[in-house]
């Protein structure tokens, strides 16, 4: 039993390209979840998933795009990188009693 | 809009003393109310979590208390030890007739146990 897992750890981005970052979970969780964290600033959730094949804005969705196309896979897009997108992105998933377990996130540079 | 302020974003105690960690929260329709701990380079984990029809909480060392009526809760710690230093976070989930579970988190305490 893995939990959540996240890849990549670490990626640098120059300005304008894409990636994606893949989440993924063992535990047969039907929500999951993005976020992002900055200094100062908590975690933000950038979108979140109600179960497979939904998915729904949160906090601060600009510039992200996601897809549930499996249960236990969520994925976060960046189309076109900027440097404010530069942080550290942690993916969460939800049992039925309200806890979340979090990754061990990714760190994004964008240049 | 929903909004959780987390107090103080800093605290040093000595090895042995007591930590308080405070919130306040916005959204009167909040029901859930989990802490997690954040060690460096990982991910939060829950240390302990309270509902709104729950006045109070205990852990072995780790309290939590809830005042539903300031829209208060706080985090409470004691005999302090070194491995307790790690970032804080407090979060607040109202409750929703669509079921869409969200959570409102704090901007985080960072406690560091002086030895």
């Known amino acids: 039993n893995a939990g959540v897992t996240q890849t990549p750890k670490f990626r640098v981005l120059k300005t304008g390209q894409s990636m994606t970052l893949l989440c993924a979970q063992d535990?047969?969780?039907?929500?999951m979840y993005w976020y992002r964290q900055d200094p100062g600033m908590g975690l933000r959730l950038i979108h979140y998933?109600?179960?497979?094949?939904?998915?729904a804005k949160g906090e601060v969705p600009d510039g992200y795009n996601v897809s549930r196309l499996k249960k236990q896979n969520f994925l976060l897009g960046l189309e076109s990188a900027a440097p404010s997108q530069t942080s550290v992105y942690f993916c969460?998933?939800?049992?039925?009693?309200?806890?979340?377990?979090f990754g061990p996130g990714t760190r994004l540079t964008v240049l | 809009g929903e909004n959780v302020e987390q107090h103080p974003s800093t605290l040093s105690v000595q090895e042995g003393d007591s930590a308080v960690i405070k919130c306040t929260y916005s959204?009167?329709?909040?029901?859930?109310f989990p802490w997690y701990k954040q060690e460096l380079g990982k991910g939060p984990q829950l240390i302990i979590d309270?509902?709104?029809?729950?006045g109070e909480k205990k852990d072995q060392r780790i309290a939590v208390t809830l005042n539903k009526t300031a829209k208060h809760f706080s985090l409470h710690i004691t005999e302090t030890q070194p491995e307790d230093s790690a970032v804080y976070f407090c979060?607040?989930?109202?409750?929703?007739?669509?079921?869409?579970?969200?959570?409102?988190f704090g901007t985080g305490t960072r406690l560091k146990v002086l030895a």
């Open positions: 998933s109600v179960g497979e094949g939904t998915t």
């Open positions: 535990m047969n969780h039907e929500y």
């Open positions: 979060a607040a989930s109202p409750y929703t007739t669509s079921g869409t579970y969200k959570y409102i």
């Open positions: 969460a998933s939800r049992d039925r009693v309200d806890t979340q377990y």
């Open positions: 309270i509902r709104s029809n729950v």
């Open positions: 959204d009167s329709a909040s029901n859930y």
